[in-house]
């Protein structure tokens, strides 16, 4: 039982962000000793609402409708919501739950809890929100890159007005990226006369480590474009190709900014989906301006690690650890 009580925990905190715990019921006794012979009772808070877990014995077999009249005699004792908790359940017994508005758990397999269905949605809209706040804006992480790179504000930082010609971004979206960045350790914002100058603590590599948790891929999504594009680079599994010894992808593979793919392809709703042919390319619609510092034609190398690091395949993998190797620090 203690292994089954685990794996909830963990389950509720991988799939809510909420850390649970579970003591036994202490008010069990008020209920029929059949109910008692058949399930364990625990006590446990979610979103600080209190809930009674019926855990399932060994036995089980119970059908849905039983586990429902069951349920209310619990409710009906413990005054608050009770959530039925099983080992494993068949996918048909679990939709006849669903059906029957029963709050249940199988770890590791389905959670489905309607009571809690708008804090639920409210707690885990919140984490998204807090998760999308530790990373930098796109136009934050090419003034990052910017620095790793050239060295752009190192040491003696840089205006407002000097960024803007090395990353054409308006002063506005350029104020909020001071203000961005003065809020990290590896940066801060300094008054330099009656303007603004923002100085990176340290560069290349340095900088890049303290970095790194904040960074994201700059991709936004992947496209079917008809053909390669003027004013594109490669990107994706084509660049890390020319970058490494992994073997070029069938379909190649580009990049560019959201405004460039609009121009080109201004999408239409009633427009059919395009039709792959050989002289097709995967587009890859960037938040940011890709960088072209390295390889002539490629997107830069930091950009390309973000934008496939987060791969399955052990193969791209291994290349991406190569690809930071070749980074001229």
Known sequence: MENLLNTFMEY????????????????????????????????????????????????????????RKHVDKVTEAAGCEVIYVSRAMASYNRARLIEQKVSFIVPDNQMYLPAMGMDLREH??????????????????AAVLEAIYFGTGVGKGISQLELSKLITYTPMTLSRVFNELGELDFAEVKDRGRE???????????LWNSAKPYLRSPVRRIALAPEILQNTSRAGLTALAEYTMLAAPATPVYAMTVSQWKCHYPERKDE?????????????????????FGNPGCVDTLSLFLSLERTDDARVESACKKLLETMPW
């Not at 587009?283 to 960088?291: A, F, G, R, S, V």
Request: hydrophobic share 35%; proline share 8%.
């Open 12 to 67: 509720v905190k991988k799939g809510l962000g909420l850390e649970v715990k579970i003591v036994p019921w202490t008010d069990s006794s008020r209920l029929p000793m059949f109910l008692r012979d058949k399930y364990l009772f625990y006590a446990c808070r979610i979103l600080n609402t209190p809930h009674v877990l019926m855990v399932a014995g060994k036995s089980g077999g119970e059908t849905p409708a039983v586990i």
């Open 124 to 141: 885990i809209r919140s984490l998204r929100n807090k998760e999308e706040s530790l990373h930098l804006s796109p136009s934050t992480q």
């Open 196 to 206: 603004r100058v923002l100085c990176f603590r340290e560069g290349g590599r340095q």
């Open 272 to 292: 059919p989906p395009p039709i792959q042919t050989d002289s097709s390319v995967n587009m890859e619609i960037w938040n940011y301006m890709p960088l072209t």
